[in-house]
């Protein structure tokens, strides 16, 4: 009776995850889903621009026009992250204020906007990391076609070395590409419809996107010598639905076309050769010109960034006759919006980057979790099961950790609530909540949780 009685008063052990002490913490945005100002100071009009204003792409008409007013607001914006106690801040640069036509004149407003804002960083003991490309492409550039365009990855290295040169004596660490598999592929289930034509394209794209990609790393190596440059990626494990032989070659295959394809192609300098032999077959894509590979050879990241938020289920299937891809199974997608919550998947991942690339330096560049529900109740926003999801991701990031992977540094998708694409408005990933109507900035508990996570270094469980 009475040893029961202990056992129940005896406090529950706490379970303490210490991080190294240069760990890095640090949140993440893009440029088009917070900037606004979208014709201001010069800039030049995006393909979001576009797509938002003349096409109504996104849900209920909303467009980035404004976003979050972050161009405005970048000051009080950047002590917020003070606050937080942010040692990192992943943003992107958007091309068209620097360019506003892709290419050709410089937009001095636009280097004056990101000057100020690392400026802002620098001086809040901030680590800058910009992203050169977000997706919000030069309409210009898209009128001739954009990254189908031969001279695409040209048109990019131009505007690379415009930035390494205004930003590089005092940004060290640089992206060049995010998600180049979503920017590619996934726009086409958002935009358009997989077709033989579309595919085909999405393709080509995505090679002229690597090759893009490797020449701003060869621009960045005589402009930045000392500077590290990596790639942000959305990985996504694809785990077979069943053990059939037909599953499990389908998730074989859905893995080499969203994860693999990139993964080789900036480590190695190559493509998985039965991802090659399936397009060529079914799409006659993608075209690679002599030299390209040996581009691609000799321009490799110094550091890989991972952007993870679910998995894939995949099942072999004859639904999708155009490419024979692979049925993803996908469980209920209303809650949270980025899917089902599946840290392993995770693990998965940087052990496999771990592998199978020679231990390099990885960056969770984007994790997080949107809801379509939150809102201030009595002055506070309760986001606890936000709060859950990066506790059990952080948890996983410490046993990566503890297995000798050099995950360098984690970094939350996102800090404010944000337009999240064709979805709009809704989905809200922030740690800090934004009314889209005031624009008003409120902390939500979670990033009242992660500021604490940030200053004593370790995840309490
Ligand atoms: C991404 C996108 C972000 C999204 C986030 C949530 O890189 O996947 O860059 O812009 O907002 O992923 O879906």
């Known amino acids: ?169 005092r940004v060290r660490t640089w992206i060049t590409l995010n998600e180049p598999w979503v920017d590619a592929f996934a726009s086409i289930y958002w935009l358009q419809k997989p077709t033989v034509d579309t595919m085909t394209r999405a393709v080509q794209i995505a090679h002229h996107q690597i090759l893009g990609h490797c020449r701003a790393i060869a621009a960045f190596r005589e402009l930045v010598p000392d500077g590290k440059i990596g790639i942000a990626l959305s990985m996504i494990p694809s785990y077979r639905a069943t053990d059939s032989k037909a599953d499990k070659a389908a998730a074989i295959r859905y893995d080499q076309f969203v994860n693999q394809w990139f993964l080789e192609a900036v480590f190695r300098g190559t493509y998985p050769r039965e991802m090659l032999e399936f397009y060529r077959k079914k799409l006659s894509a993608p075209m690679i010109l002599p030299g390209d590979l040996e581009l691609m050879k000799s321009h490799f990241v110094d550091f890989i960034g991972v952007n993870y938020y679910t998995r894939n289920i995949i099942k072999a299937s004859q639904a999708e006759p155009i490419m024979e891809l692979e049925e993803v199974e996908r469980p209920d997608l209303s809650w949270p919006h980025s899917g089902e919550i599946y840290p392993q998947g995770l693990l998965d991942i940087l052990v496999r980057i771990n592998r199978d690339y020679q231990q390099p330096d990885i960056l969770i560049t984007e994790n997080g979790a949107g809801f379509y529900d939150e809102s201030i109740v009595h002055g506070q926003i309760d986001d606890y099961r936000r709060i859950d999801f990066l506790k059990q991701h952080i948890k996983v990031v410490h046993k990566a950790l503890k297995k000798g992977i050099k995950v360098r540094g984690y970094l939350v998708w996102s800090i404010f609530d944000n337009l999240e694409w064709v979805f709009g408005f809704e989905p809200r990933f922030g740690i800090i909540y934004v009314d889209f109507q005031t624009l008003n900035r409120t902390w939500k508990q979670s990033a009242f949780w992660y500021q604490k996570l940030i200053r004593t270094n370790e995840l309490i469980k």
């Open 1 to 169: 009776m009475l040893k029961q009685k202990l056992k129940k008063d005896k406090p529950k052990p706490r379970i303490i995850r210490l991080f190294p002490k240069e760990f890095i913490w640090g949140g993440a945005t893009s440029a088009y889903q917070i900037e606004g100002a979208y014709n201001e100071d010069g800039k030049g009009e995006s393909l979001w621009d576009f797509y938002a204003n003349h096409l109504q792409i996104i849900k209920d008409g909303a467009t980035g026009n404004i976003a979050i007013d972050h161009y405005h607001r970048y000051r009080d914006d950047v002590r917020m992250m003070k606050g937080l106690g942010l040692k990192a801040y992943r943003f992107s640069i958007s091309w068209t204020r620097i360019l506003p036509s892709g290419i050709g004149p410089v937009n001095e407003k636009g280097i004056e906007f990101y000057q100020n804002l690392i400026t802002e960083l620098l001086a809040a003991g901030i680590e800058p990391i910009p992203t050169l490309y977000h997706w919000d492409y030069p309409k210009a550039l898209a009128d001739q076609s954009g990254w189908l365009n031969r001279k695409s990855p040209e048109w990019f290295a131009e505007y690379a070395k415009v930035c390494f040169q205004a930003f590089g004596d």
